[in-house]
T-cell receptor
């Protein structure tokens, strides 16, 4: 059974800092990995999707990397801003039935 | 605009009642999903459907039921058999033809037992 872990559960950083959020998964036979952002009481917004054949994806100040063999992904946020404060979740797509398994998320607070 | 619409946003259920959460998408996606989110628990899959008139149980299907009579609609019924239904419910959809397709989420529905 696929398990996705995100540690720590919460993170607080000063504005302007570059930071890395980690995600690990137990079954490396994945189709893709996605990073999502969730604001309080809202749905999830997809940030980046990395297919199993890719090593990284970039969008603006965000860069996500994937090391399938070691079961790890990182989300790099450059020059963090207070507006980046949210919960960040990673999810992996596995199996013939396209099951998406989520981590519990990392709640990020960027202090002005 | 294309997207996923969940309704109602807030719902209160009395003990012993069944309630139905609506999910409609106009993205022409074939696969639809229902997740439950509890504080500190992340998202857990309740049911999913990859084609009309077919659906599969997820990890926590007990006490829930679904139907998929139309491609764009995937309602979730929370039955009285679900003993702890208070949670945030999220509906999602994607095209399942390739693994590279992003999954899209609705804005969620809050269900509270009173």
């Amino acid at each position: 059974k696929q398990e996705v872990t995100q540690i720590p559960a919460a993170l607080s950083v000063p504005e302007g800092e570059n930071l890395v959020l980690n995600c690990s998964f137990t079954d490396s036979a994945i189709y893709n990995l996605q990073w999502f952002r969730q604001d309080p009481g809202k749905g999830l917004t997809s940030l980046l999707l990395i297919q199993s054949s890719q090593r990284e994806q970039t969008s603006g100040r965000l860069n996500a990397s994937l090391d399938k063999s070691s079961g790890r992904s990182t989300l790099y946020i450059a020059a963090s801003q207070p507006g980046d404060s949210a919960t960040y979740l990673c999810a992996v797509l596995t199996g013939a039935n396209s099951k998406l398994t989520f981590g519990k998320g990392i709640t990020l607070s960027v202090r002005p | 605009d294309g997207g996923i619409t969940q309704s109602p946003k807030y719902l209160f259920r009395k003990e012993g009642q069944n309630v139905t959460l609506s999910c409609e998408q106009n993205l022409n996606h074939d696969a639809m999903y229902w997740y439950r989110q509890d504080p500190g628990q992340g998202l857990r899959l309740i049911y999913y459907s990859q084609i009309v008139n077919d659906f599969q149980k997820g990890d926590i299907a007990e006490g829930y039921s679904v139907s998929r009579e139309k491609k764009e609609s995937f309602p979730l019924t929370v039955t009285s058999a679900q003993k702890n239904p208070t949670a945030f419910y999220l509906c999602a959809s994607r095209n399942s033809d390739t693994a590279g397709n992003t999954i899209y989420f609705g804005e969620g529905s809050w269900l509270t037992v009173v």
